[in-house]
């Protein structure tokens, strides 16, 4: 696997830090097996108490490859929901977990019909009244695709969407990485031109030698080894010497999932018109103010640019100031207001 993806994948398994909760932990929930298309996905329900029938929340996790389904952050939003008499359908990832199938972290309209057959699943579960879904960082690619495949849900709360396609939010989380390894803006400008150059020639939609001589072009740059060699940089030697087309194609071959993020259509796709499809729902769009993962102010432009005009429902956004990707402090605890908040919205959306 490539620096890059690898870098990225701890980064967004945000959900496997210990959160602070002071709490005790809910049930673990009901344990169920979601069929979905050829494979078969690991879920779990978590009920309110003193309830038979209730309103739930299916739950569409951001990118990783271990489960959630046991998490703080899992259990944090299942008791919030709770409180409310909603309860919370959680799921593996096709290959994460107990779910099978191949792992992708780039399919989104693959994982978006993914979380469509589990929305089915919940909508024909007895105990159910209504359902809707939450989503957070990765979602934001997904639940649009899987709104195409489902009717009948009463809204989507997405949290840290990205907004931007891939290839945009990680040369926005390389280049906040290089000023927190002390580049200026200018150096940093740089660096992700450099990134920018070898991801679009990785990608098949530059050259070889166009990419090189980027590369070559920052080589006595002060800053140049100490990002070449982080990481979370591209693929390529200490002394800045990117793969060539014969290698880069064996490699490929080798090692495919290392490069799913260069090579996945997902990667360029303009999302824009893809989140028009939250028009016919209400939709609550949430961001955390420090997200070092994505721009805040990206994402809101694009989601606020295909949401525009419509006034049939509700489409809010809300910014929590110093909280991060995950809407949690610096201290690592999950921030109360955006808890109650999500969990009132969820409960009045669902008695509308």
């Known amino acids: 696997m490539t620096r890059l993806v690898a870098g990225l994948l701890a980064v967004f398994a945000w959900a496997l830090a210990p959160l602070a909760t002071a709490q005790p932990a809910p049930p673990p929930g009901?344990?169920?097996?979601?069929?979905?298309?050829?494979?078969?996905?690991?879920?779990?329900?978590h009920a309110p108490p003193g309830l038979e029938r209730y309103p739930i929340v299916v739950m569409v996790y951001g990118a990783g490859i271990e489960s959630e389904l046991g998490g703080a952050y899992t259990q944090i939003l299942a008791r919030a929901f709770g409180e409310r008499g909603i309860g919370v359908l959680a799921y593996d990832k096709r290959g994460v977990g107990g779910s099978t199938g191949a792992y992708t972290g780039a399919d989104f309209e693959g994982l978006g019909a993914d979380a469509a057959a589990v929305m089915r699943h919940a909508q024909a579960l007895p105990q159910a009244t209504h359902v809707g879904f939450w989503g957070i960082?990765?979602?934001?690619?997904?639940?649009p695709y899987a709104l195409r495949d489902t009717r009948d849900v009463a809204f989507a709360i997405i949290v840290s969407p990205p907004g931007v396609n891939p290839h945009e939010q990680v040369a926005y989380f390389l280049r906040r990485q290089t000023l927190s390894w002390g580049l200026s803006p200018e150096e940093a400008d740089a660096a992700e031109a450099m990134h920018r150059a070898v991801a679009l020639y990785y990608s098949g939609r530059a050259s070889y030698e166009s990419a090189?001589?980027?590369?070559?072009?920052?080589?006595?740059?002060?800053?140049?080894?100490?990002?070449?060699?982080?990481?979370?940089?591209?693929?390529?030697?200490?002394?800045?010497?990117?793969?060539?087309?014969?290698?880069?194609?064996?490699?490929?071959?080798?090692?495919?999932?290392?490069?799913?993020i260069y090579m996945a259509r997902s990667s360029f796709v303009d999302y824009a018109p893809v989140y028009r499809i939250l028009r016919r729902l209400p939709t609550l769009i949430i961001h955390g103010a420090e997200d070092t993962l994505l721009s805040p102010q990206a994402g809101r432009a694009v989601l606020e640019q295909a949401l525009r005009g419509e006034r049939r429902y509700s489409h809010e956004f809300r910014v929590y100031e110093n909280a991060g990707h995950d809407i949690t402090t610096p201290e690592g605890r999950v921030v109360r207001e955006y808890l109650d908040t999500m969990a009132d919205w969820a409960a009045a959306r669902f008695a509308e």
């Open 30 to 45: 009901d344990p169920m097996t979601v069929q979905a298309g050829s494979h078969q996905l690991h879920a779990r329900l």
């Open 212 to 260: 090189q001589a980027e590369v070559d072009r920052h080589r006595g740059a002060r800053w140049f080894n100490g990002v070449v060699t982080h990481q979370y940089w591209d693929e390529m030697t200490p002394e800045g010497r990117i793969l060539t087309p014969g290698a880069l194609a064996q490699a490929q071959r080798e090692r495919p999932n290392a490069f799913e």
């Open 137 to 143: 960082s990765q979602a934001g690619w997904i639940i």
